[in-house]
């Protein structure tokens, strides 16, 4: 048995409530269930259809993003997302390198290397290296007034928790960002790379091992094996190449307005929908929301 979500952004609300009736009678489905009116809603198929991805990119002309999963096991335990372009809506580096007059040529090598076209460690490195002589007082200064929070991405963690679950924020971007996002989203834990500061300005160098590919991929076994459960009870969700590993992995792997070639690779492309449609996939109502 599957489920076949669909999604649309919650902004726009234009699931038309005779969509999902009509596409599982085609694909010889159940009963939908509205999760959301006009936003999300689900319903169950004996077998996967042979023309989803027809169907996906029609969907996409119109703005409602459809996924495909096994029904049994969806709600899961484990939340781990990347943090830059998912739980927040910047690149963090980006902004400091804006600061440090270098911003034109840093966003181009974070837009390369998370599009997969760069070695993330060595892309890393060479842009930590641009901050040379920044002063540290940036950070909070980019934090306060260029930093915001992804739409949806408070009620996903609260309302994950809310009913067990565990979440982590893994990023390859920086402790002094991922401290207070995830302080800001109510995440369990945080991990990421430790800008070095020497009196009182940025060195141009990361701590080592640079928190990568691997990293993350390593942060979600280690959690797992922690709680007593696997990867397989875990969402994962990121945008970009360095992510892929982590969002294979996990049992729901979700590219959240990836670059192109993350999400021709990812299991579940949600390209419309906010962080809200990760609820959604696993089957909770808007009912069943935490705000905060």
Known sequence: ??????????????????????LSAQWQG??????????????DIPQAPADADRVWFDLQVIGIDLAIQPAEGRRKRILIADMDSTM????????????????????DITARAMNGDLNFHEAL???VGLLAGLDEGVIPTVLQDRITL???????VA????HGAYAALVSGGFTAFTEAVAGRLGFDEHRANALLIEAGVLTGHVALPVLGREAKVEALQQIAARLGTTPQNAIAVGDGANDLDMIGLAGTGVALHAKPAVAAQAQIRINHGDLTALLYLQGYSARDFVTV
């Open 125 to 127: 490195v060479e842009r």
């Open 88 to 107: 927040i809506d910047q690149e963090c580096i980006d902004e400091l390198a804006d600061f440090a007059g270098v911003g034109e040529r840093v966003a």
């Open 1 to 22: 048995m599957f489920t076949v979500s669909l999604i649309a952004s919650p902004h726009a609300a234009n699931l038309d409530s005779e969509l999902p009736g009509g």
């Open 150 to 156: 992804a739409s949806g991405g408070a009620t996903l």
């Open 159 to 162: 309302t994950m928790r809310a």
């Open 30 to 43: 159940g009963s939908p269930r509205i999760l959301a009116p006009g936003i999300a809603a689900e319903f």
